[in-house]
Structures are given as structure tokens and as C-alpha cells.
């Protein structure tokens, strides 16, 4: 499974901005994909994941601004970001996981960087 992400870049406080993973090769039907960020001098920590039957998990600092959905012909997971903070900051990374063999691949992060 090979993973594109798009759509970092670089916004001010409260700005908006939707990030994109498409997956292509071997897709497993069950599966879930994700968000996770790394800002500079912490861990990697997860944003959002959607399974391939659409549940949806958020961490608990991005609930209510941020949002994941998928779009299952495409193979492609959006994150749409709003009301960005400074503490948004990271390389954001694209994840798929498959559900039974539990292999789990990973994109080139993409940077966001909130101004304040």
C-alpha cells in the first residue's frame, strides 16, 4: 500500500485546512485510516482515524474542529482542519492499518503550520 498525502501548508490562528491521503496497491476492504502529528520535540500522537464501515475517533484536542471522512472509491481520507491554533503545528502523517493482517503503512508527512 503506497500513501500520497497533500494539502499542508501554512495558515494563521482560527484559518482552515483539509489535508488528503489517497491509497493505492493492495487495499484491504477492512481497514482503518488516520491522522497522526508529530510536532517538533514530542511524540507522535494520533488526530483522527475512520474505519471502512465510516467510525469515526478523535483526539480529544481536535474534537469539534476537526474532521475525517473517506471516500471509498477513491481510497482517499480527508482531514478538515478549522479554527487552527498555534498547538496544531506538526507534520501531519497519514496511516492505513489493515484490520485482519494488521500490517500498517505510513505516508511522508505533510507540515502544517499554524502562525498565531
Known amino acids: 500500500v503506497q500513501l500520497q498525502a497533500s494539502g499542508g501548508g501554512l495558515v494563521q490562528f482560527g484559518g482552515s485546512l483539509r489535508l488528503s491521503c489517497a491509497a493505492s496497491?493492495?487495499?484491504?476492504?477492512?481497514?482503518?485510516m488516520g491522522w497522526y502529528r508529530q510536532a517538533p520535540g514530542k511524540q507522535c500522537e494520533l488526530v483522527a482515524t475512520?474505519?471502512?464501515?465510516?467510525?469515526?475517533d478523535y483526539a480529544d484536542s481536535v474534537k469539534g474542529r476537526f474532521a475525517i471522512s473517506r471516500d471509498g472509491a477513491k481510497n482517499t481520507v480527508y482531514l478538515q482542519m478549522n479554527s487552527l491554533k498555534p498547538e496544531d503545528t506538526a507534520v501531519y502523517y497519514c496511516?492505513?492499518?489493515?484490520?485482519?493482517?494488521?500490517?500498517?503503512?505510513w505516508g511522508k508527512g505533510t507540515q502544517v503550520t499554524v502562525s498565531s
Open positions: 496511516n492505513f492499518a489493515a484490520t485482519f493482517s494488521g500490517m500498517t503503512y
Open positions: 496497491g493492495s487495499i484491504y476492504s477492512r481497514n482503518v
Open positions: 475512520i474505519t471502512s464501515g465510516d467510525r469515526t
